[in-house]
């Protein structure tokens, strides 16, 4: 049985173990250790990646007694005992990430009674699958407003392991689908959940949670958010974005919006001018091929022209 490390310490990146086994997961070989710091795939959340004794680990994977860590390269055989090193960089964002989801899902429960009945998150993506439809905008910032708030409690966000005899006592967000004994995260007073994922150890560290959009699927609603590190890459990129903006449009970035209502104004008018001097083309065509015809003394039947630059529909027009 491999002994999870990331149980008992979240922020733990470095550790050494025996090899119990080998195999080829895949086309790929993969080691189980008596002992790992990895988290495997599992509950939503993704896999760490690092390395064994140096040989980069591409995914980790829960078989029930073992977990399984599937290597880029062979691991030598006389390596029996191996020193794992996590990606901490991926980790603190699987932390801060899924902390923030745990935040956001009890956010809407207590705002808009919405219960979260899925949710994913992958090197690019968060999201939360939510059990309601028509949620308004307002209703989407009342829970982000909660959310945050919580963030600057600060509360701390603790595990431990219950029997099944004490969940009935506990007020959960959601009841669990398995039997036997439950690892439990709690957020302070705020969120009581069963999950084997890591966390931050308090709502501060999520740093900030920021709903993108929200899309409705079937008769759920799939919020789109990012929380920490992501937060701060999304401002910074839509910061970027608006000071370009404004410098092209020769505004400051608070009116951004009346500069492109105007722009937006303008290019209808040109547009609406444009085609009234196309009809006015093409009636003037229309005559002027008209009296062509009639000064060749006969009624016309059949008329040929070319229009180079005209657009197909001036010519269909004409035709008419």
């Known amino acids: 049985m491999t002994i999870r490390l990331y149980y008992d310490n979240a922020y733990q990146t470095d550790f050494t173990a025996d090899v119990v086994a080998r195999a080829e997961i895949n086309g790929q070989p993969a080691v189980a250790l008596d002992r790992t710091a990895f988290y495997p ?3 939503g959340q993704p896999s760490d990646t690092g390395t064994l004794n140096g040989v980069p680990v591409v995914d980790v994977r829960d ?10 390269g062979l691991l030598p055989l006389d390596d029996t005992t191996v020193r794992g090193e996590i990606d901490w960089s991926r980790r603190w964002d699987h932390m801060q990430n899924h902390s923030g989801q745990h935040i956001l899902s009890q ?23 939510l ?14 407003r909660l959310a945050n708030l919580v963030v600057q409690r600060n509360l701390p966000i603790t595990a431990r392991i219950v029997s099944e005899d004490e969940l009935p006592a506990l007020a959960l967000r959601k009841q669990p689908a398995i039997d036997g004994p439950l690892r439990l995260v709690e957020i302070g007073d705020f969120d009581r959940v069963a999950c084997s994922g890591t966390h931050v150890a308090a709502t501060a560290q999520v740093g900030l949670i920021k709903l993108l959009r929200a899309e409705r699927r079937g008769q759920e609603t799939r919020i789109h958010f990012v929380c920490g590190g992501r937060a701060l890459a ?3 990129r839509k910061h970027d974005l608006t000071r370009r903006l404004a410098l092209w449009f020769g505004c400051a970035e608070d009116d951004l919006d009346v500069a492109v209502e105007r722009i937006h104004e303008q290019a209808n008018a040109n547009y609406k001018a444009l085609k009234e001097a196309q009809t006015a083309l093409v009636e003037a ?31 269909k027009q004409l035709a008419l």
Do not use: C, K, M
């Open 41 to 43: 795939t599992g509950g």
């Open 107 to 129: 956010s809407f429960i207590e705002t808009h009674d919405a219960l979260t009945v899925a949710w994913h998150l992958s090197d690019t993506s968060l999201t939360i699958d």
């Open 234 to 236: 999304d401002y910074e």
């Open 131 to 144: 059990n309601r439809i028509g949620l308004s905008d307002e209703a989407l910032a009342d829970a982000e």
């Open 285 to 315: 065509e229309a005559q002027r091929l008209l009296a062509t015809a009639a000064r060749n003394g006969s009624e016309p039947h059949l008329i040929v022209a070319q229009y180079p630059g005209w657009q197909s529909e001036q010519v």
């Open 63 to 72: 078989e029930g007694d073992l977990i399984w860590h599937v290597l880029a």
